[in-house]
């Protein structure tokens, strides 16, 4: 699982790299395909805290 986490984080910063390196668009207006990939990246992180907040903190027990 961890192996998949790594991946996908450099997935996200690599998506990240091509948006910052685009000549298609500003960061203050995004084109369609530039949002796309950031609203990815987004994804990619918010499942990786939430991983790792799962890991750390492991739910309790009903009992």
Known sequence: MMHTIWRRSAYADQLEAEVRDAHCCHD??????CRTKLDEVRAIRRDAVL???ATTRPRRSLH
């Open 28 to 33: 203050r207006d995004r084109c369609a395909s």
């Open 51 to 53: 991983h790792s907040i």
